[in-house]
C-alpha cells in the first residue's frame, strides 16, 4: 500500500536493499483495491508505482505472510522490518440475517472490483449501512454498478458524517438517498435466504460522548422497513494481526502497537506504521508514516542519509497583490453514472491554474511567485492548448 510503498522508496534512495512483500496479485493497497477508478484511475495508479519501483525495490506478490512465510523467517532474513498491512478486514454488524445472501462488506466490494470481479446490480435496490468515507465509495460504486436506487443508511445526523462533506454531497447529486437517524436492527431474508430488506431503528440526537460527538438516542417510534436486494455494509475495518502476534507483536483495540519512531515495542528490528496502527485514515497518513518509518529504520542501522533534490526552490517574490481563493475542482455531470468509472473530476483551466500560481491562498499576506514562473506557466499551458 502506500505506507509500504513510501518506506521502500524513501529507504532505497538511501542506498538500502529493500525488499516488498504483498499479500494480493498487484501493488497499491486500498488505493488498489479500496479507492474506486472514479477516483484514483488505475493507469495513474501504476504510472506512479512503477516509478517508485525504478528505483530497484525487489517485490514480491501473492505471499501471504504466516502462510507462504512466517513473520520470524523475515525477521531473521532481514535487518528490519516494516509491518505496513493496512486495515483490510471487515467489521460486522452483529444483527439478525446478517449471514442472509447478498449481505456483503464494503471492503470486499470493492476490492472484488479492483481485481476485476464486479458485481452486477442492475435494476437492484442496495442499502449501505455507515457514514464514512468507505461508505460513500460503496454508495456511488454501487451506483455505477446499475442499482435502480442505492440509500446509505446512519445511525447519526449527516453533519455528524465522518466522510468528507464534498463526498456526501456528491453521492447526493449523483442521485443516492442519505438516510440519517437510523440504526440497524435485523435483516430480513426471503425463504431463499436472501435479503429482502434492511429494518432500522429510529434514533434522535443524544448528549456529547467522550470522542466529543453527539451520541444517537432510539427514539420512541416504530421501525423502519427498507426494501433491498443488497445490504452493503461499511461500519469499519480491522487487521489481520495473528501471523504478527506470533513473534510478539501486541494490538490493543485492533491496531498494532508502536511508538512515535514506529517502532515496535519488545521486538528488535521491528517497525509498524500506517493504517494497521492508526487504523483506517487517509492516504497521505499512510505515505507520512512510511517516511517516518523510513529515517527512523535508516537511523536503527546506524545511518543518518539525508536525500537531497536538484529542485531549486526561489524565494517568495513580495508584491502587493490580495489574497487568491482556492480553486474547488469541478466534477463532470452525467446523464447515466451507470457503467461509467473513467475520472469523474475536472482538472483546473489554464486560467485558473495560472491566477492559483500567481495569487495567495489560505489568507496570508500578500505574496506570489516570481515573474518568470508565472511566464513560464503562461507558456506551458499555451503549448498545451
Sequence with gaps: GPGGLTAAYYLTLMGHKVTVYEQRPKLGGMLRYGIPDYRLPQEIL?????????TGIAVHTGVSIGKDLTMADIQRSFDAVYIA????????????????????????LLRGIGEGKAPDFTGKKVCVVGGGNVSMDATRTALRLGAESVTCVYRRRVED??????????????????????????????????????????????????????????????????????????????????????????????????????AVPGLDNVFAGGDAVSGPATVIRAVAAGKVAADNIDAYLGFDHKIHTDVEIPPAHLTNSPPCGRVNLKNRHLDCY????TLLKEGMTPEEAVRRMEGIRCGRKATSCPDQISQALKGALAELG
Excluded at 46 to 54: A, E, H, T, V
Excluded at 168 to 189: D, F, K, N, S, V
Aim: charged residues 25%; glycine residues 8%; hydrophobic residues 40%.
Design 338 to 341: 451507470c457503467g461509467d468509472f
Design 161 to 262: 458524517m465522518t466522510a468528507l462533506a464534498e463526498e456526501i454531497e456528491e453521492a447526493m447529486a449523483e442521485g443516492c438517498q442519505i438516510l440519517p437517524l437510523q440504526a440497524p436492527a435485523r435483516i430480513e431474508a426471503d425463504e431463499n435466504g436472501c435479503v429482502t430488506a434492511l429494518w432500522t431503528r429510529p434514533q434522535h440526537i443524544g448528549p456529547y460522548g467522550n470522542d466529543g460527538r453527539p451520541k444517537p438516542v432510539a427514539a420512541d417510534a416504530p421501525e423502519f422497513r427498507i426494501p433491498c436486494d443488497y445490504v452493503i455494509v461499511a461500519i469499519g475495518q480491522a487487521i489481520e494481526a495473528k501471523p504478527f502476534e506470533a513473534v510478539g507483536v501486541t494490538t490493543q483495540r485492533g491496531a498494532i502497537q508502536a511508538d512515535l519512531s514506529s
Design 85 to 108: 498491512i493496512g486495515a483490510h478486514n471487515d467489521k460486522k454488524l452483529g444483527l439478525e440475517g446478517e449471514t442472509s445472501k447478498n449481505v456483503v462488506s464494503a471492503v470486499e
Design 46 to 54: 501504476d504510472r506512479d508505482i512503477d516509478y517508485i519501483l525504478s
